[in-house]
């Protein structure tokens, strides 16, 4: 039992050196502790900092990407209709140049086919001439298909401006 009673008698003395050591250790790691806190709050202030900065120049980027997007769509709005327009002016002509085609051929068909020789009532009857039309009427001829062309370009002009407002 002796044994037992000096072995009580080391612990006696050995438990308040090693509680000692345990409370400085203890200290030591709420010290650390603290001081990592305080870190980590300053890098969670970093953080929101940034975070709050990226979320400005987000809402910026926003403004900018939807004024692009309205351009865009104002671009694909004219092109759309510039097309329309090209493609009833176009059909418009295509109908026009029909009419134009007919009316001049018709005019270069007359001016330019061969004459039959109608006889000069002459009382003797001698003499034939080849009829010859006037050229005042050929002239005439082609200012009216001139005019039917600007009348159909004309229209098609305010087809088309109706089109584009």
């Known amino acids: 039992m002796d044994a ?6 080391i612990f006696a003395y050995l ?19 603290v001081g990592i806190l305080k870190n980590m709050n300053i890098t969670v202030t970093g953080v929101n900092t940034a975070v709050d900065t990226t979320n400005g120049y987000l809402k910026e980027l926003d403004t900018t990407v939807k004024s692009v997007n309205n351009m865009a769509m104002s671009v694909e709005a004219v092109r759309a209709t510039t097309e329309r327009a090209v493609k009833k002016t176009a059909k418009k002509w295509s109908k026009q140049y029909d009419q134009v085609k007919s009316a001049v051929t018709e005019v270069l068909e007359k001016s330019f086919a061969p004459k039959e020789e109608k006889p000069v009532k002459d009382p003797k009857n001698i003499v034939r001439v080849a009829s010859v039309e006037k050229p005042e009427e050929i002239e005439e001829k082609a200012v009216e298909a001139v005019k039917e062309v600007i009348e159909a370009a004309e229209e098609a002009a305010k087809e088309t401006g109706k089109d584009v407002e």
């Open 4 to 9: 037992l009673a000096n072995i009580s008698q």
């Open 15 to 33: 438990l308040p050196i090693l509680g000692a050591i345990a409370l400085c250790l203890l200290i030591v790691l709420l010290v650390k502790m």
